[in-house]
Protein backbone atom coordinates (compact mmCIF):
# COMPACT_ATOMS: atom_id res chain seq x y z
CA UNK A 1 0.00 0.00 0.00
CA UNK A 2 1.28 3.24 -0.99
CA UNK A 3 0.87 5.65 2.24
CA UNK A 4 0.19 9.08 1.80
CA UNK A 5 0.98 10.79 5.09
CA UNK A 6 -0.81 14.08 6.73
CA UNK A 7 0.36 15.15 9.79
CA UNK A 8 -2.98 16.75 12.28
CA UNK A 9 -2.10 19.04 14.71
CA UNK A 10 -4.89 21.27 17.01
CA UNK A 11 -3.61 24.65 18.30
CA UNK A 12 -5.27 26.63 21.22
CA UNK A 13 -2.52 29.73 21.75
CA UNK A 14 0.53 27.75 21.52
CA UNK A 15 2.29 29.46 18.89
CA UNK A 16 5.84 29.64 20.78
CA UNK A 17 4.94 25.34 20.70
CA UNK A 18 4.18 25.34 17.46
CA UNK A 19 7.23 27.21 16.17
CA UNK A 20 9.32 24.12 17.85
CA UNK A 21 6.76 21.52 16.62
CA UNK A 22 6.91 23.11 12.83
CA UNK A 23 11.24 23.28 13.07
CA UNK A 24 11.37 19.66 13.92
CA UNK A 25 9.00 18.77 11.14
CA UNK A 26 11.20 20.57 8.55
CA UNK A 27 13.98 18.33 9.51
CA UNK A 28 12.89 15.22 8.92
CA UNK A 29 14.79 12.92 6.89
CA UNK A 30 11.79 11.51 4.79
CA UNK A 31 10.41 14.96 3.83
CA UNK A 32 7.18 13.38 1.78
CA UNK A 33 3.58 14.40 4.08
CA UNK A 34 1.57 17.45 4.45
CA UNK A 35 1.17 19.30 7.44
CA UNK A 36 -2.18 20.51 8.40
CA UNK A 37 -2.42 23.27 11.74
CA UNK A 38 -5.88 23.51 12.76
CA UNK A 39 -6.17 26.97 15.28
CA UNK A 40 -9.23 26.02 17.43
CA UNK A 41 -10.69 29.29 18.03
CA UNK A 42 -6.89 31.09 19.53
CA UNK A 43 -6.99 34.59 20.76
CA UNK A 44 -3.10 34.30 19.85
CA UNK A 45 -3.14 32.28 16.80
CA UNK A 46 0.09 30.77 14.70
CA UNK A 47 -1.06 31.88 11.25
CA UNK A 48 2.51 33.94 11.25
CA UNK A 49 4.09 31.13 12.70
CA UNK A 50 2.77 29.12 10.16
CA UNK A 51 3.74 30.93 6.97
CA UNK A 52 7.22 31.07 7.79
CA UNK A 53 7.49 27.64 7.09
CA UNK A 54 5.20 27.62 4.08
CA UNK A 55 8.66 27.48 1.70
CA UNK A 56 9.80 24.34 3.24
CA UNK A 57 6.63 22.43 4.74
CA UNK A 58 4.03 21.42 2.20
CA UNK A 59 1.41 23.14 5.21
CA UNK A 60 -1.94 23.95 5.27
CA UNK A 61 -3.13 26.60 7.75
CA UNK A 62 -6.93 26.31 9.59
CA UNK A 63 -8.62 28.81 11.49
CA UNK A 64 -12.00 27.87 13.14
CA UNK A 65 -14.15 28.52 16.08
CA UNK A 66 -13.10 27.27 19.37
CA UNK A 67 -14.89 23.54 19.54
CA UNK A 68 -12.48 21.70 22.02
CA UNK A 69 -9.42 19.06 20.52
CA UNK A 70 -11.43 16.54 19.60
CA UNK A 71 -13.38 18.20 17.06
CA UNK A 72 -10.30 20.14 15.92
CA UNK A 73 -8.96 16.61 15.54
CA UNK A 74 -11.71 15.55 12.94
CA UNK A 75 -11.77 18.78 11.46
CA UNK A 76 -8.00 18.45 10.64
CA UNK A 77 -8.38 14.89 8.96
CA UNK A 78 -11.52 16.05 7.18
CA UNK A 79 -9.46 18.84 5.37
CA UNK A 80 -6.18 16.40 4.61
CA UNK A 81 -5.28 14.99 1.26
CA UNK A 82 -3.72 11.69 2.88
CA UNK A 83 -4.41 8.64 3.36
CA UNK A 84 -3.01 7.97 6.67
CA UNK A 85 -2.98 10.89 9.18
CA UNK A 86 -0.49 11.00 12.01
CA UNK A 87 -1.94 13.22 14.84
CA UNK A 88 0.76 14.93 17.22
CA UNK A 89 -0.10 17.59 20.03
CA UNK A 90 1.44 20.87 19.71
CA UNK A 91 4.10 20.65 22.61
CA UNK A 92 5.78 17.51 20.97
CA UNK A 93 8.69 17.67 19.14
CA UNK A 94 9.33 15.28 16.17
CA UNK A 95 13.02 13.26 16.07
CA UNK A 96 14.27 13.75 12.21
CA UNK A 97 13.65 9.65 11.59
CA UNK A 98 10.24 9.66 13.37
CA UNK A 99 8.74 10.07 9.59
CA UNK A 100 10.84 7.50 7.90
CA UNK A 101 10.35 5.24 10.92
CA UNK A 102 6.54 5.01 10.55
CA UNK A 103 7.05 4.32 7.21
CA UNK A 104 9.16 1.63 7.44
CA UNK A 105 6.97 -0.10 9.96
CA UNK A 106 4.12 0.57 7.72
CA UNK A 107 5.76 -1.29 4.69
CA UNK A 108 6.83 -4.44 6.99
CA UNK A 109 3.47 -5.08 8.86
CA UNK A 110 0.67 -2.64 8.09
CA UNK A 111 -1.61 -1.59 11.01
CA UNK A 112 -4.53 0.61 10.79
CA UNK A 113 -3.97 2.00 14.07
CA UNK A 114 -0.43 3.05 15.28
CA UNK A 115 0.73 4.71 18.76
CA UNK A 116 4.46 5.64 19.88
CA UNK A 117 5.74 6.57 23.51
CA UNK A 118 7.34 10.43 24.77
CA UNK A 119 10.35 11.04 25.93
CA UNK A 120 11.95 13.86 27.41
CA UNK A 121 14.80 15.57 25.38
CA UNK A 122 18.03 17.23 26.48
CA UNK A 123 16.90 20.85 26.67
CA UNK A 124 13.68 19.94 28.58
CA UNK A 125 13.58 21.67 32.48
CA UNK A 126 13.86 19.75 35.30
CA UNK A 127 10.15 20.12 35.87
CA UNK A 128 9.62 18.43 32.18
CA UNK A 129 11.68 15.57 33.17
CA UNK A 130 10.35 15.14 36.31
CA UNK A 131 7.07 15.05 34.92
CA UNK A 132 7.93 12.97 31.80
CA UNK A 133 9.69 10.27 34.27
CA UNK A 134 6.67 9.63 36.33
CA UNK A 135 4.10 10.01 33.27
CA UNK A 136 6.55 6.81 31.17
CA UNK A 137 7.98 5.00 34.55
CA UNK A 138 6.88 1.57 35.37
CA UNK A 139 6.78 2.32 38.76
CA UNK A 140 4.19 4.68 38.44
CA UNK A 141 1.89 4.20 35.09
CA UNK A 142 2.93 0.51 34.84
CA UNK A 143 4.37 1.07 31.35
CA UNK A 144 0.66 1.31 29.61
CA UNK A 145 1.51 4.84 28.73
CA UNK A 146 3.23 3.90 25.18
CA UNK A 147 6.55 1.78 26.44
CA UNK A 148 4.62 -1.76 27.53
CA UNK A 149 6.22 -4.42 25.60
CA UNK A 150 2.79 -6.25 26.08
CA UNK A 151 0.57 -4.55 23.10
CA UNK A 152 -2.25 -5.66 24.78
CA UNK A 153 -1.90 -3.35 27.54
CA UNK A 154 -1.14 -0.54 25.24
CA UNK A 155 -3.68 2.10 23.98
CA UNK A 156 -2.52 4.53 21.73
CA UNK A 157 -2.30 8.22 22.75
CA UNK A 158 -3.69 11.24 20.85
CA UNK A 159 0.00 13.38 21.54
CA UNK A 160 1.64 10.46 19.29
CA UNK A 161 -0.43 8.30 16.99
CA UNK A 162 -1.18 7.08 13.30
CA UNK A 163 -4.61 6.34 11.91
CA UNK A 164 -5.96 5.96 8.51
CA UNK A 165 -8.09 7.36 6.54
CA UNK A 166 -10.41 4.21 5.85
CA UNK A 167 -11.06 3.70 10.42
CA UNK A 168 -10.98 7.27 10.11
CA UNK A 169 -14.00 6.91 7.95
CA UNK A 170 -15.76 3.91 9.83
CA UNK A 171 -15.43 4.60 12.96
CA UNK A 172 -16.00 8.86 13.04
CA UNK A 173 -12.99 10.02 14.51
CA UNK A 174 -12.97 11.57 18.16
CA UNK A 175 -15.55 11.79 20.41
CA UNK A 176 -15.87 14.92 22.65
CA UNK A 177 -15.11 13.42 26.03
CA UNK A 178 -12.36 12.84 28.42
CA UNK A 179 -10.06 10.12 27.44
CA UNK A 180 -11.63 10.61 23.58
CA UNK A 181 -8.03 9.10 22.73
CA UNK A 182 -8.37 5.72 24.67
CA UNK A 183 -12.44 5.84 23.49
CA UNK A 184 -10.88 5.77 19.96
CA UNK A 185 -8.71 3.07 20.54
CA UNK A 186 -11.31 0.35 21.97
CA UNK A 187 -13.62 1.56 18.86
CA UNK A 188 -10.82 0.79 16.73
CA UNK A 189 -9.84 -2.45 18.46
CA UNK A 190 -13.78 -3.70 18.32
CA UNK A 191 -14.71 -2.69 14.54
CA UNK A 192 -12.07 -5.14 13.98
CA UNK A 193 -8.73 -3.04 12.79
CA UNK A 194 -5.27 -3.87 13.65
CA UNK A 195 -3.53 -1.78 16.46
CA UNK A 196 0.09 -1.13 17.11
CA UNK A 197 3.20 -0.20 19.35
CA UNK A 198 5.50 1.34 17.59
CA UNK A 199 8.41 1.87 20.45
CA UNK A 200 11.28 3.11 18.03
CA UNK A 201 8.74 5.98 16.35
CA UNK A 202 8.75 8.48 19.78
CA UNK A 203 8.26 12.12 20.23
CA UNK A 204 10.18 14.70 22.85
CA UNK A 205 6.71 15.63 24.75
CA UNK A 206 7.29 18.77 25.96
CA UNK A 207 4.82 19.62 28.33
CA UNK A 208 4.55 23.03 29.69
CA UNK A 209 3.17 22.94 32.95
CA UNK A 210 3.82 23.22 36.57
CA UNK A 211 2.66 21.07 39.64
CA UNK A 212 -0.65 22.36 40.15
CA UNK A 213 -1.97 21.84 36.55
CA UNK A 214 0.19 18.57 36.23
CA UNK A 215 -2.22 17.60 39.13
CA UNK A 216 -5.83 18.76 37.54
CA UNK A 217 -4.60 16.89 34.39
CA UNK A 218 -4.21 13.77 35.92
CA UNK A 219 -7.02 14.43 37.94
CA UNK A 220 -9.12 14.39 35.02
CA UNK A 221 -7.77 11.50 33.66
CA UNK A 222 -8.81 9.78 36.83
CA UNK A 223 -12.14 10.99 36.08
CA UNK A 224 -11.89 9.52 32.45
CA UNK A 225 -11.07 5.84 33.28
CA UNK A 226 -14.28 5.53 35.18
CA UNK A 227 -16.23 7.40 32.18
CA UNK A 228 -14.59 4.84 29.80
CA UNK A 229 -15.98 1.51 31.76
CA UNK A 230 -19.23 3.01 31.77
CA UNK A 231 -19.46 3.53 28.01
CA UNK A 232 -16.88 0.46 27.45
CA UNK A 233 -17.49 -2.20 29.53
CA UNK A 234 -14.80 -4.25 30.57
CA UNK A 235 -12.19 -1.67 29.58
CA UNK A 236 -11.49 -1.29 33.63
CA UNK A 237 -8.36 -3.15 34.40
CA UNK A 238 -7.27 -3.96 37.68
CA UNK A 239 -4.02 -1.60 36.90
CA UNK A 240 -6.06 1.13 36.52
CA UNK A 241 -7.52 1.00 39.99
CA UNK A 242 -3.56 0.63 41.83
CA UNK A 243 -3.38 4.89 42.12
CA UNK A 244 -7.09 4.53 43.98
CA UNK A 245 -5.46 2.08 46.48
CA UNK A 246 -2.71 3.90 46.50
CA UNK A 247 -4.60 7.05 48.12
CA UNK A 248 -5.97 4.54 50.51
CA UNK A 249 -3.37 2.29 51.26
CA UNK A 250 -1.16 5.55 52.00
CA UNK A 251 -4.06 7.02 53.93
CA UNK A 252 -4.45 3.63 56.15
CA UNK A 253 -0.60 3.55 56.82
CA UNK A 254 -0.92 7.88 58.11
CA UNK A 255 -3.57 7.11 60.29
CA UNK A 256 -2.39 4.59 62.08
CA UNK A 257 1.19 5.64 62.70
CA UNK A 258 -1.01 8.59 63.81
CA UNK A 259 -3.02 6.68 66.12
CA UNK A 260 -0.14 4.21 67.63
CA UNK A 261 2.68 7.11 67.24
CA UNK A 262 4.49 4.36 65.56
CA UNK A 263 6.60 5.59 62.28
CA UNK A 264 7.24 2.05 61.19
CA UNK A 265 3.73 2.33 59.64
CA UNK A 266 5.28 4.37 57.33
CA UNK A 267 8.38 2.15 56.04
CA UNK A 268 6.21 1.17 52.95
CA UNK A 269 5.75 4.60 52.14
CA UNK A 270 9.46 5.39 52.63
CA UNK A 271 10.62 2.37 50.73
CA UNK A 272 8.42 3.45 47.72
CA UNK A 273 10.33 6.88 47.92
CA UNK A 274 13.44 5.55 47.89
CA UNK A 275 12.81 3.10 45.18
CA UNK A 276 11.46 6.06 42.87
CA UNK A 277 14.24 8.71 43.50
CA UNK A 278 16.74 5.69 42.89
CA UNK A 279 15.14 4.81 39.48
CA UNK A 280 15.09 7.98 38.65
CA UNK A 281 18.44 9.61 39.37
CA UNK A 282 19.86 6.16 37.55
CA UNK A 283 18.00 7.13 34.49
CA UNK A 284 18.97 10.86 34.79
CA UNK A 285 21.68 11.18 36.30
CA UNK A 286 21.11 14.07 38.58
CA UNK A 287 19.34 14.21 42.03
CA UNK A 288 17.00 17.43 41.91
CA UNK A 289 15.41 15.90 38.76
CA UNK A 290 15.19 12.62 41.24
CA UNK A 291 13.59 14.18 44.34
CA UNK A 292 11.62 16.30 41.66
CA UNK A 293 10.43 12.86 40.19
CA UNK A 294 9.11 11.55 43.79
CA UNK A 295 6.66 14.44 43.94
CA UNK A 296 5.79 14.32 40.62
CA UNK A 297 4.99 10.99 41.11
CA UNK A 298 3.45 11.38 44.14
CA UNK A 299 0.88 14.28 42.20
CA UNK A 300 0.45 11.80 39.43
CA UNK A 301 -0.90 8.44 41.88
CA UNK A 302 -3.08 10.84 44.02
CA UNK A 303 -4.70 13.33 41.51
CA UNK A 304 -5.39 10.10 39.40
CA UNK A 305 -6.48 8.08 42.48
CA UNK A 306 -9.04 11.04 43.78
CA UNK A 307 -10.47 11.36 40.34
CA UNK A 308 -11.45 7.58 40.06
CA UNK A 309 -13.16 7.76 43.48
CA UNK A 310 -14.55 11.20 42.54
CA UNK A 311 -16.33 9.68 39.38
CA UNK A 312 -17.11 6.55 40.99
CA UNK A 313 -18.74 8.38 43.67
CA UNK A 314 -20.59 11.36 42.18
CA UNK A 315 -20.66 10.26 38.29
CA UNK A 316 -20.05 13.88 37.43
CA UNK A 317 -18.39 13.41 34.08
CA UNK A 318 -20.63 10.36 32.50
CA UNK A 319 -23.59 12.36 33.21
CA UNK A 320 -22.17 15.12 30.76
CA UNK A 321 -20.65 12.97 28.47
CA UNK A 322 -24.13 10.87 28.22
CA UNK A 323 -25.66 14.19 27.50
CA UNK A 324 -23.10 15.14 24.69
CA UNK A 325 -22.90 11.75 22.95
CA UNK A 326 -26.62 10.82 23.22
CA UNK A 327 -28.44 14.08 22.95
Known sequence: MNVEFSVIVPVYNRPDEVLELLESLS??????????????????????????????LDLKYFFKPNSGRSDTRNFGM??????????????????????????????NSYADCYGGPDCAEASFSGLQKAINYSMTSFLTTGGIRGGARRVEKFSPR?????????????????????GEDIDLSIRIKSAGYKTALFRDAYVFHKRR???????????TFGKGRILLHRIHKGSLKMIHLLPMFFVLGHGFLFALSLI?????????????????????????????????????????????????????????????????LYK
Open 27 to 56: SQTDTDFETVIVDDGSSVPCRDVCRCFEDR
Open 78 to 107: AHANGNYFIVFDSDCIIPPQYIATVRQHLQ
Open 158 to 178: SFNMGISREVFLKVGGYRNMI
Open 209 to 219: MSFKKFFRQVN
Open 260 to 324: FLNVWFLFPPACYVLLLFTDSLLRTGNPGIAAASVAAAYIQLTGYGLGLMEELIFRKASKKTQEE
